[in-house]
């Protein structure tokens, strides 16, 4: 009878160890999940907010206007959000036009993307 009570404990003990070992025969891929944060500079985000006493108040302390912030410069986050008299501040400033961002485009392109018309009939005419 001993020897029948140790024997159903061992076999117990191998059938769960057994049932929670991970399977030998078939190749297990591990995921990772990466996150990442993207930053936009203080600058860029009253840009974008259409703050402009914000964005001459950064400026007149020495905030570079055309430091690229997330990929894009300050005349590419006025262009895409349509903010007309921050774009025209950053120019006469000293603000880069032509520059391009990381995905190739420059402020007239993210105007046209984001459909931003007053600022593409500034930038027309700038032209």
Same mark, same amino acid.
């Given at each position: ?5 140790? +024997? ?25 999940v990466v996150k ?22 950064? +400026? ?5 206007? #055309?430091?690229?912030? #997330? ?19 950053? +120019? ?5 036009l032509k520059t ?5 485009? #420059? ?17 027309? #005419?700038?032209?």
């Amino acid at each position: 009878m001993k020897k029948t009570i140790i +024997i159903s404990a061992i076999a117990l003990g191998f059938a769960f160890h057994i049932s929670n070992a991970a399977p030998t025969t078939e190749t297990s891929q591990l995921t990772s999940v990466v996150k990442t944060k993207i930053s936009v500079s203080p600058f860029c985000m009253s840009i974008v907010k259409g703050d402009l006493e914000t964005v001459k108040k950064l +400026i007149d302390l020495g905030a570079d206007v #055309n430091a690229s912030s #997330n990929g894009m410069t300050p005349v590419m986050y006025a262009a895409k959000y349509n903010r007309v008299e921050i774009l025209d501040l950053l +120019i006469k400033e000293g603000a880069e036009l032509k520059t391009r961002s990381e995905k190739g485009l #420059n402020a007239m392109d993210y105007a046209k993307r984001s459909k931003a018309n007053d600022v593409l009939a500034y930038l027309k #005419n700038l032209s």
